[in-house]
């Protein structure tokens, strides 16, 4: 079993920035990728980005130049760098692990971009 906490969610006006983590506990082997998706009320889950055990990272076309995925093995951390915030950014992300003990998916916190 894996454990995902992640924080960092909040209000926001445009053009803002804040920082999501999303730390990892449990059962974790030393090559897995984690990844942070979106859904925003009414429409399906997203894939917004990706950051593999090696540290290759891959980004939804919307979010290229805005956002930055990373992460902190030593802490099983990986973190979501969100700057230039739109108001279609609003949605609850969620972390997730992929990993040889399968997927697991965080609780979702809240991100709300609004004037």
């Known amino acids: 079993q894996v454990q995902l906490v992640e924080s960092g969610g909040g209000l926001v006006q445009p053009g803002g920035s804040l920082r999501l983590s999303c730390a990892a506990s449990?059962?974790?082997?030393?090559?897995?990728?984690m990844s942070w998706h979106r859904q925003a009320p009414g429409k399906q889950r997203e894939l917004v980005a990706r950051i593999s055990s090696g540290g290759s990272t891959n980004y939804v076309n919307s979010v290229k130049g805005r956002f930055t995925i990373s992460r902190d093995n030593a802490k099983m951390t990986v973190y979501l760098q969100m700057n230039s915030l739109k108001p279609e950014d609003t949605a609850v992300y969620y972390c997730r692990y992929s990993g040889s003990s399968g997927d697991y998916w965080g609780q979702g916190t809240q991100v709300t971009v609004s004037s």
């Open positions: 449990g059962s974790i082997f030393s090559i897995y990728a």
